[in-house]
C-alpha cells in the first residue's frame, strides 16, 4: 500500500519565520507534486519535481527532491499572512494512469 | 489553458437519491480524468481513474456500483453517487490529465446529503 505522509500536520508560525514542511512516501516515485488548498477551494499548484535532486522556488517558496531518499520538502522563508493554507504533497504512483496519491496535508497558520 | 470545470459547485439531495456531477475539461481533450473525495479536514482521496470509452478503474474499497463514472467523450466524465446517504456528503474534485505528467484540477463539487 503506498503511503504518503507529511510533517507536521499542523503548524502555526510567526510572520517572518523560515520552517519546512516533510513530505516522505513509500513508492519508487520520479514525481512529486506540491498543492495549495485555501478552506472551501480545490487545488491549487505550487510546484512540479520530475527528477532526483529538483529544485523549483517560486516567491517564499522553494521545494526540493529527493527520490533516493523518498523524501521532497517545501520550505517556507520569512513567511507573510498570506500563506496561511493548507499545502499537500502528491506522488505519482507509477502507474499507467499516472494515479496521484495525496499526503496527509499540512495545515499552515501564519500569525502576524 | 487547461481549465477544467465542474457542475455544480454545489448540490444539496435527499437521502436516497442519485446526484450527478459533471467533469469537463475546456480548453484541451483530456486522455484521462480522475475523481477524487475530500471529507472536511481531510486529505484528498483518489476514488477512480477514467479513460474515455472504457470502463473507469476503481480504487480499492470505492463501490462501482455507487459511484457510476461516465467518460463518454474526451472533455466530459461524469460521476453519479447513486442511493446517496449523509455518510457520502463530501467534496468531490476531478482532474484531467493530457498525455502529460501533470494534473489540472476543476474547482470542486460540494455534495450535501440530508
Known amino acids: 500500500e503506498l503511503k504518503v505522509e507529511q510533517n507536521p500536520l499542523f503548524l502555526s508560525m510567526q510572520e517572518g519565520k523560515n520552517y519546512t514542511i516533510y513530505c516522505n512516501y513509500s513508492?519508487?516515485?520520479?514525481?512529486l507534486y506540491w498543492y495549495r488548498q485555501d478552506p472551501g477551494k480545490s487545488l491549487e499548484s505550487l510546484f512540479v519535481?520530475?527528477?532526483?535532486?529538483a529544485v523549483k522556488q517560486e516567491g517564499r517558496l522553494m521545494a526540493s527532491l529527493d527520490t533516493k531518499a523518498r523524501l521532497s520538502t517545501l520550505h517556507i522563508t520569512a513567511a507573510v499572512h498570506d500563506l496561511s493554507a493548507t499545502y499537500f504533497c502528491?506522488?505519482?504512483?507509477?502507474?499507467?494512469?499516472?494515479?496521484?496519491?495525496f499526503g496527509t496535508g499540512t495545515s499552515l497558520t501564519v500569525i502576524p | 489553458g487547461a481549465v477544467v470545470s465542474q457542475h455544480p459547485s454545489r448540490v444539496i439531495c435527499k437521502s436516497g437519491t442519485s446526484v450527478k456531477i459533471e467533469c469537463r475539461s475546456l480548453?484541451?481533450?483530456?486522455?484521462?480524468m480522475f475523481w477524487y473525495r475530500q471529507f472536511p479536514k481531510q486529505s484528498l482521496m483518489l476514488m477512480a481513474t477514467?479513460?474515455?470509452?472504457?470502463?473507469?478503474?476503481?480504487e480499492q474499497g470505492v463501490e462501482k456500483d455507487k459511484f457510476l463514472i461516465n467518460h463518454a467523450s474526451l472533455t466530459l466524465s461524469t460521476l453519479t453517487v447513486t442511493s446517496a446517504h449523509p455518510e457520502d456528503s463530501s467534496f468531490y474534485i476531478c482532474?484531467?490529465?493530457?498525455?502529460?505528467?501533470?494534473?489540472?484540477f476543476g474547482p470542486g463539487t460540494r455534495l450535501t446529503v440530508t
Open positions: 477514467s479513460n474515455e470509452g472504457s470502463k473507469a478503474t476503481y
Open positions: 480548453d484541451f481533450q483530456a486522455t484521462t
Open positions: 482532474s484531467a490529465t493530457l498525455q502529460g505528467y501533470e494534473q489540472y
Open positions: 502528491a506522488v505519482d504512483g507509477g502507474g499507467t494512469g499516472n494515479q496521484f496519491y
Open positions: 513508492t519508487t516515485s520520479d514525481r
Open positions: 519535481l520530475l527528477s532526483n535532486g
